[in-house]
């Protein structure tokens, strides 16, 4: 059964950074495109940031765009996410997800595979 484990979400203070990692396992990840995508509480999940399966390829959601970074580790079937100049905005649950697709891609359902979340939380 393909497992998807975030880590390393916590509390942090504004301005702070903080990287997130997604180890895999039963997943063929060198095959797989990576993502991450957060949520808060009564709205919708929020695309964060994907990578595709080579690393060569990557794209951010507007509001994280050049503070978060996604990177993978192939020979370690980990992805992650370095997230720096944290702000309160920031606050949700983190989840990262897997699909098939050979392109980093924002839509919610290429991503056949998904964690269970990882809490991040910004006090300003």
């Known amino acids: 059964q393909v497992q998807l484990v975030e880590s390393g979400g916590g509390l942090v203070q504004a301005g702070d950074s903080l990287r997130l990692s997604c180890a895999t396992s039963?997943?063929?990840?060198?095959?797989?495109?990576m993502a991450w995508f957060r949520q808060v509480p009564g709205k919708e999940r929020e695309f964060v940031a994907a990578i595709s399966w080579k690393g060569g390829d990557s794209i951010y959601g507007d509001s994280v765009k050049g503070r978060f970074t996604a990177s993978r580790d192939n020979a370690k079937n980990t992805v992650y996410l370095q997230m720096n100049s944290l702000k309160s905005e920031d606050t949700a649950v983190y989840f990262c997800?897997?699909?098939?697709?050979?392109?980093?891609?924002?839509?919610?359902?290429?991503?056949?595979?998904w964690g269970q979340g990882t809490q991040v939380t910004v006090s300003s």
């Open positions: 039963k997943l063929t990840f060198n095959y797989y495109t």
């Open positions: 997800a897997a699909s098939g697709g050979v392109r980093a891609t924002p839509t919610k359902s290429a991503y056949s595979y």
